[in-house]
């Protein structure tokens, strides 16, 4: 199963830790979970799921840290988010939908997008609409954590996320992902002049070479 | 058979990239309800990700004033991709705010404007002249003639006819018309709110049926 939406499921218990645990366990490629409404969704439950040796990046902390935008938030978020978590596995999703889920929390975020990361993978799309514990510093850890590869964000109703912040985020990924696609093509260029001045030696070495014979 | 570059959804896409390389992926923001929205997040959001094709800034129940008309009147130009955009309760959208919509994103397929009381028939004629040039390219196409000598299929960046969605919810400016004007020039109009307009008759109920078949 790569898919599942257990939105407004009326069972309390849906996505509790020892369930999202077990669903990480039977399905290692489910990519897509849609659990509006689940109100049993923690931070321990993302822990159950993930990989055990998922951590934030910490290059995700100095991009939130240095838009100064939540900054200590964000690094005490971290700091916690960066704890072992206790399953195997190779559990990710590329897409969560969370929306109305209290008790989803910034540390929540960056243990999404760490796990995504762990396995060269980024969330996609994201929906925390309505999250009353969701701030801009979780959201940037999820920006920059997934650069360019983020489609879709819905904040709507998240009280706590300051706009400003959020954006600033999402403007400082779109800028570096302008730079290292510059940087990949200057590095591209550099290769091909050189590989274009070797071939030009190497012929006039060979002509010379059958001028010399001649 | 028509290329790559008869489409005009690509052609747009190429001029972007051309543009704005590396710049932000967003595709989709959702930020309805959010209280901390202002003119400057809003312009940066937008700003760093051009490839939006929908954008959620609406409110729900009281009317907002958080973004100026001014914001709203530099949006289109840096949005020439979007397909779905929400305005709901926003106070200062004008006439001239959906005018600019209309002429600027032509891959607009769903207009929620609900709440919108500045609004009148004005912005709905906008919208209509956007679409009659759309109607007139597919009976081009449909009669096999066309400048690009090919009926592609539209991928999103025809002219305006693809309106599929239009919400004027208590937009009680509005009359039989800017109403009937858009129901002539958008047959695939297949949702339509316009719940307490209290100008609209019977007449433009039967133009409606008659013109909007889906």
């Known amino acids: ?214 | 058979m028509s290329s790559w570059h008869d489409d005009p959804h690509r052609s747009r896409l190429s001029k972007i990239n051309s543009t704005n390389q590396g710049r932000g992926q967003l595709r989709s923001a959702r930020l309805s309800d959010c209280h901390t929205l202002n003119d400057a997040a809003l312009l940066q959001l937008v700003g760093a990700h051009p490839r939006l094709t929908e954008l959620d800034i609406s409110f729900k129940l009281v009317p907002s004033p958080v973004v100026s008309t001014s914001a709203l009147l530099r949006l289109p130009p840096q949005l020439p991709l979007l397909r779905r955009l929400n305005l709901s309760y926003l106070e200062h959208v004008t006439d001239a705010v959906v005018v600019r919509f209309a002429e600027e994103c032509n891959a607009l397929e769903e207009l929620r404007l609900a709440c919108c009381l500045r609004i009148g028939d004005a912005a709905l004629f906008a919208v209509a002249e956007g679409l009659a040039a759309r109607n007139d390219d597919t009976r081009s196409r449909a009669d096999g003639g066309g400048a690009s000598g090919a009926g592609f299929v539209r991928g999103g960046g025809g002219r305006g006819g693809g309106l599929t969605v239009l919400d004027l919810h208590m937009d009680d400016r509005v009359s039989d018309a800017g109403l009937q004007a858009v129901a002539r020039a958008c047959p695939l109009l297949r949702e339509l709110d316009a719940a307490f307009l209290r100008l609209l008759t019977d007449g433009t109920v039967d133009v409606l049926v008659q013109s909007c078949p889906g």
């Open chain 1, 1 to 214: 199963m790569k898919a599942l939406d257990v939105t407004s499921c009326k069972y309390d218990g849906i996505c509790a830790p020892a369930a999202l645990g077990a669903l990480a366990a039977a399905c290692p490629k489910l990519r897509t979970l849609h659990a509006g409404y689940a109100t049993a969704v923690t931070v321990e439950s993302f822990r159950a799921a993930l990989p055990s040796s998922t951590s934030i990046p910490h290059s995700t902390l100095s991009i939130i840290n240095s838009t100064g935008a939540g900054g200590s938030a964000a690094t005490a978020v971290a700091s916690n988010a960066t704890a072992a978590t206790t399953a195997g596995g190779s559990f990710f999703l590329e897409d969560a939908a969370l929306a109305y889920c209290e008790q989803v929390d910034d540390e929540c975020l960056l243990l999404l997008a760490a796990g995504a990361a762990k396995f060269g993978r980024a969330v996609r799309r994201l929906d925390v609409g309505a999250c009353p514990r969701i701030t801009a510093a979780g959201l940037g850890g999820v920006v920059a954590a997934s650069g360019a590869w983020l489609e879709a964000l819905d904040v709507s109703g998240c009280d706590r996320v300051v706009l400003g912040e959020l954006t600033a985020h999402l403007e400082r990924s779109a800028a570096q992902g302008t730079f290292i696609k510059k940087s990949l093509a200057t590095f591209l260029s550099i290769v091909a002049i050189s590989a274009s001045t070797t071939l030009l030696f190497g012929l006039c070495d060979q002509c010379a070479l059958l001028v010399f014979m001649a």
